[in-house]
Nanobody, 132 residues
Framework: QFLLVESGGGLVQPGGSLNLSCTTSDRTLASYPLASYAVAWFRQAPGKGREGVACTSIRSTGINTKYADSVNGRFTISRDNAKTSVYLQMNSLKPEDTAVYYC??????????????????WGQGTQVTVST
């Protein structure tokens, strides 16, 4: 078992950018290469349910990514397999993007999904606040 650790959250003005990182808590990275896991970013705003934002997996046909309509064109999910990290580059941020952002993972060679019930490894979250 391993835990995921998010970082990179903070306070940013509308229109600004942030880059979130998700990595494993196990420093022996070879033990848990995220290349064999689907990884997703979720967010939860105050008083709302958890929303799937983006996901990525590596399949035999190439890298699979999906985005929620609310962030498509503004957010980009990517991975750095050498460092077993997954990133969420967030541009053109809006106040409605304010939430706690979580990363999640599941071992698979298939497509990823933004359904939270599918994932079995979770991080503790990082706060993103978009405000003047």
């Amino acid at each position: 078992q391993f835990l995921l650790v998010e970082s990179g959250g903070g306070l940013v003005q509308p229109g600004g950018s942030l880059n979130l990182s998700c990595t494993t808590s196990d420093r022996t990275l070879a033990s848990y290469p995220l290349a064999s896991y689907a990884v997703a970013w979720f967010r939860q705003a105050p008083g709302k349910g958890r929303e799937g934002v983006a996901c990525t997996s590596i399949r035999s046909t190439g890298i699979n990514t999906k985005y929620a309509d609310s962030v498509n064109g503004r957010f980009t999910i990517s991975r750095d397999n050498a460092k077993t990290s997954v990133y969420l580059q967030m541009n053109s941020l809006k106040p409605e993007d304010t939430a706690v952002y979580y990363c999640a993972a599941r071992h698979t060679s298939g497509p990823c999904t933004t359904s939270e019930t599918w994932y079995d490894h979770w991080g503790q979250g990082t706060q993103v606040t978009v405000s003047t």
